[in-house]
């Protein structure tokens, strides 16, 4: 049954099988647009034909890697500024939600804090169609009410951001949360006492103790942001972000360019996770 | 210790920004929205239409339905395959594995749902790398048709959400203690019994909260019906999609979209119900 026990080997190895498979199963698509990213042919698929790099650094006409391929590269971009820009929000109000639910008494706190979970049970498209609703609706009341054209509440690069933010913020309030539960507050009372003011309190010692779970939650952030879809899918105006430009590509047929950005995504995360996870290892 | 006010303020105001503008008046509008219609005389006002329209349209419910039964489904086969895989890597594995193996386990998920989705389609259409294998093997003649039916869809939405529940049941196994499972062997119980009398009881609060976020995640989910179920397998977020963004008639979606978020909550709330588990509970 469980390892302290005696158990039939075929108990033993059939476990180990099964376990074997599903690992299997977790890594063959990955590994499987990896390995065709290589290969030598106009489509992803099988038959192997030899390894190529063309579909990384190949200028073009007939194949264009994607070092060359513009419209590509500048949607990495897009995805790039808007998960810095969303994982400092986040994190800035994050931690501000996290003081406030941790340590601050006020009228109203729990119906606020079960707003604040909120976004974990809303669907993504939800909220990505209530963003876009609310911003379009707010957009109409400033021009027929002060003649003033906002263009941040049209679909566009700036919606994207605040979509997103709505609810990456939560998972940050959360991850900052529970490291704050864990701090020693006779450590704010003691440097209260020694004549420190509050402000320098909270920086010098509470954020000091807090930064391994901030730098986690806004890697976390980072990538959340970096990947999502199904908010960003309606608040998306004329600068698509990577996984949209990937899913429109995808949808309308496959070149193994896809697979070369794959690639490159697989080996970016991968490295973000396990440097993540080293610092979280060191924390704990 | 004595709480200044400004601080407070300082923490809240951010917060407060957030759930007002970006949480609750979005939604707020979405509700709204869903309640207004244009009468004959192409007016807009208020009107019950939208969502008698989507009672009135068999497609709309039984896409409605279909959505809420596949996640069900999903959710069910989740649990079938997450559980023994928690259970090998607290309790079978030797210790000194177990670390790399979470890792492991953790790695795929840190990648976007899209390559994911992609892996899977360049592995299974019909000019994939499985039927390759298969026909260069000779066990079929033909290439088999995979992608783009229910089967295989669910499978992906099982693969794109099996890392929520595997990770709250690891983390309640982890604390039930060994001696328990070996009393009830030494006292004859057989290994059924023990699951269910012992195992499973223990287990409930993982489960529960992994099995909230597998249907949530299951139910918003656009991207893999949408590239991995084929023509009858439309889903609701597709139908929500189609109305916002083909038919440019979002009253007509905001309705969709409330209904969804009815049916989500709905079903988040019986199953926190159930089991007697709070929902910050589910989502540290």
């Not at chain 1, 020693?184 to 209260?192: G, K, M, N, P």
């Not at chain 2, 807009?44 to 419910?61: A, C, D, K």
């Not at chain 2, 069910?76 to 895989?85: C, D, I, N, Q």
């Not at chain 2, 899209?114 to 066990?139: A, D, H, P, Q, T």
Request: hydrophobic share 55%.
């Amino acid at each position: 049954m469980i390892r302290t026990l005696p158990n039939s080997r075929a108990y033993t190895w059939s476990f180990h099988v099964f376990v074997i498979l599903y690992f299997v199963f977790l890594f063959a698509p990955l590994l499987v647009t990896c390995v065709l990213a290589f290969n030598d042919s106009n489509f992803p698929s099988l038959p192997w034909n030899g390894g190529t790099l063309d579909w990384f650094f190949s200028p073009g006409p007939q194949r264009v890697g994607i070092f060359h391929d513009a419209q590509n590269l500048r949607s990495i971009l897009v995805s790039f500024q808007t998960a810095v820009i969303v994982s400092v929000l986040c994190v800035v109000v994050g931690t501000c939600a996290a003081f406030a639910f941790e340590q601050e008494t006020f009228p109203f706190k729990n119906l606020l804090y079960f707003l604040m979970l909120a976004p974990l049970v809303i669907p993504g498209v939800i909220l990505g169609i209530s963003q876009l609703l609310g911003a379009t609706t707010a957009g109409m009341f400033f021009e027929t009410h002060f003649d003033l054209d906002i263009a941040i509440f049209r679909p566009s690069f700036w919606l994207v951001v605040l979509g997103q933010f709505s609810f990456i913020t939560t998972f940050v309030a959360l991850v900052v949360s529970a490291r704050l539960r864990k701090f020693d507050r006779s450590l704010e009372e003691a440097a209260l006492n020694l004549g420190a003011t509050r402000f320098q309190v909270i920086r010098f010692i509470t954020l000091r103790f807090l930064r391994p779970a901030i730098i986690g939650a806004g890697a976390v952030a980072f990538l959340m942001s970096f990947e999502n879809f199904n908010t960003t899918l309606f608040l998306v105006g004329s600068q698509p972000t990577l996984p949209i430009n990937l899913y429109l590509q995808v949808r309308d047929g496959s070149t193994p360019v896809i697979n070369a950005i794959s690639f490159l995504l697989i080996v970016g995360t991968s490295c973000l996770a396990l440097v993540n996870l080293y610092f979280s290892r060191k924390e704990a | 210790m004595k709480t200044s006010r400004l601080s407070l303020w300082i923490f809240l105001s951010p917060v407060l920004m957030w759930l007002v503008l970006l949480i609750v008046l979005p939604h707020l509008d979405l509700f709204i929205m869903s309640f207004r219609a244009k009468d004959e005389y192409g007016r807009m006002g208020f009107s019950l239409q939208n969502y008698v329209h989507f009672f009135e349209e068999p497609i709309y419910w039984l896409t409605f339905v279909r959505t809420a039964v596949y996640s069900v489904i999903t959710t069910f086969f989740t649990f079938l395959l997450a559980m023994p895989v928690a259970f090998y890597i607290v309790k079978v594995v030797r210790p000194k594995y177990k670390g790399f193996l979470m890792v492991l386990l953790l790695l795929p998920f840190w990648v976007s749902e899209l390559v994911r989705v992609y892996g899977w389609m360049i592995l299974l259409r019909e000019s994939g790398v499985v039927n390759f294998f298969l026909l260069k093997l000779g066990i079929v003649d033909a290439p088999l048709k995979m992608l783009y039916t229910d089967a295989t869809m669910i499978m992906g939405l099982v693969y794109t959400s099996m890392l929520f529940m595997v990770v709250p049941v690891i983390s309640v196994l982890e604390s039930l203690d060994d001696s328990l499972i070996e009393a009830a062997s030494d006292l004859g119980g057989s290994k059924i019994s023990i699951w269910r009398e012992i195992i499973l009881p223990h287990c409930k609060p993982g489960i529960t909260s992994g099995a909230i976020v597998v249907f949530m995640l299951s139910l918003g989910n656009y991207l893999t019906p949408n590239l991995m179920g084929g023509k009858n397998s439309l889903w609701f977020t597709e139908q929500i999609y189609n109305q916002f963004i083909a038919s440019f008639n979002w009253n007509q979606g905001a309705a969709f979209g409330f209904l969804l978020l009815l049916l989500s909550s709905g079903i988040i709330w019986a199953g926190l119900k159930l089991s007697r588990v709070k929902l910050g509970e589910v989502a540290s």
